[in-house]
């Protein structure tokens, strides 16, 4: 991990928290701030997650690289969107009421479900050739029960994010905000090591999956 990728996450940590407590002062008015603030981050997180997983396999970035990566990424995170829809209408068709558990259930049943194409993105990043989900699938044989696990971790650590609804004061505010900045930090992290983890195992498994592109960086020799 190179030492910026553990300053952006402080970055967006902080940036958490100020907006946290923007959104407090506020009250549960919907600001200008509050909306653009998820996209801002999901662009940010988007664009940092690939140069610093290409930068732990060093190897160089490239905007296409980066534009295939954000792709996998996005048809992952709209997976997850459509398999939530699909369980609350299930559920309200059923006659359930529709409340967070509803919401939380079917996100932690694609988290295992998906958990074995974790290393898509990275594969659709080095490399040229679009990599069929299959020969991912097939790839993470060996170690998937590893990938659920830590897919399950990944989707229960946002629902322990404190509420800022519920806040009186200023300094439970403060450690709520600095709480949910933290979670925040830390599953950026998390994210990286097991996406990288992911693929380097999973490169073990299936040498189809052997990067064409950007070539790998050529290291500085010590002086």
Known sequence: ????????????????????????????????????????????????????????????????????????????????????????????????????????????????????????PVARAVSAHPKPLPLIWRASRGHRWILAGAALISAVMPTLSPDMSTVGQSLEAVLRATGHSAIDGIMFLLGLCVSVTAWKLALRQESALTPDLPRPAARKSPR
Request: proline share 4%.
């Open 1 to 120: 991990m190179p030492r910026w990728g553990f300053v952006y996450a402080l970055l967006t940590g902080l940036f958490t928290l100020l907006t946290d407590m923007l959104d407090w002062r506020n009250g549960p008015s919907v600001s200008a701030m509050g909306a653009v603030t998820p996209v801002i981050l999901m662009i940010g997180d988007l664009a940092a997650s690939y140069f610093i997983m290409m930068a732990m396999l060093r190897r160089r970035g490239s905007v296409r690289g980066a534009f295939r990566f954000a792709t996998a990424c996005l048809l992952l995170i709209a997976s997850l969107i459509l398999f939530i829809v699909l369980g609350v209408l299930v559920a309200a068709v059923s006659g359930f009421d529709v409340d967070s558990s509803i919401v939380y259930l079917p996100m932690f049943v694609w988290a295992i479900l998906a958990s074995p194409l974790t290393a898509w």
